[in-house]
């Protein structure tokens, strides 16, 4: 079975453009979360999708968006990109909304804004 | 509020057994999951915790203590390819959110 897949797998885009993310999960996987990891330090929590309904949300700003389509696929859209904004964008898949069940990631997508 | 804490780093020789601890606070808990990641690469899911106890998977162990929001991670036979970074992630209830920290890097020596 192929694995959560991300697209692009690099990116370069300039301060104040738009960029979306897109995720596949794993099949059968209902519950997409997006996790932004800065050089260095540890993956964190933007959004979590299940069943296409927001279920989470971490401390970052309203430029950060995120949806999720009918077949769980998911998009994550940033806005007026900073500086700041250039990391590894990953994605998690997981089988259902549960504190228990195992989250997979994708080999992410490296954006650098300049 | 939270917080969460490892040590940074931790080296090693080929052959050998680190433990990779962590202390935790966060609310709602619901159990600690242990990931590994190479450098340039994602996170891999290494093991899970749910209860207090000793959790089994091949070379890796993980432990939890709820009542000391304690847990470590247990590598034996330590292999060159385990150089890479650890991080412990604490969940709660009905969601996916996992809570990062900076994690432990871990290297190991010939």
């Known amino acids: 079975d192929a694995g959560v897949t991300q697209s692009p797998t690099h990116l370069i885009k300039t301060r104040g453009q738009h960029v979306t993310l897109r995720c596949s999960p794993i099949s059968g996987h209902k519950s997409v979360s997006w996790y932004q990891q800065v050089l260095g330090q540890g993956p964190q929590f933007i959004f979590q999708?299940?069943?296409?309904?927001?279920?989470g949300r971490g401390n970052f700003p309203d430029r950060f968006s995120a949806r999720q389509f009918p077949n769980y696929s998911s998009e994550l859209n940033v806005n007026a990109l900073l500086l700041g904004d250039s990391a590894l964008y990953l994605c998690a898949s997981s089988l259902a909304l549960a504190g228990h069940y195992e989250q997979y990631f994708g080999p992410g997508t490296r954006l650098t804004v300049t | 509020g939270q917080s969460l804490e490892q040590p940074s780093e931790v080296t090693a020789v080929e052959g050998a057994i680190v433990q990779i601890n962590c202390t935790y606070q966060?609310?709602?808990?619901?159990?600690l999951s242990w990931y590994q990641q190479h450098d340039g690469g994602a996170p891999t899911f290494l093991s899970y915790?749910?209860?207090?106890g000793l959790e089994e998977t091949g070379r890796f162990s993980s432990f939890l203590s709820r009542s000391d929001s304690y847990g470590y991670l247990l590598l034996q036979e330590l292999q060159m390819k385990d150089s890479a970074s650890y991080f412990c992630a604490p969940r709660g209830y009905n969601t996916d959110k996992l809570i990062f920290g900076t994690g432990t890097r871990l290297q190991v020596f010939p």
């Open positions: 999708y299940y069943e296409k309904e927001e279920r």
């Open positions: 966060t609310s709602g808990f619901y159990g």
């Open positions: 915790n749910a209860l207090d």
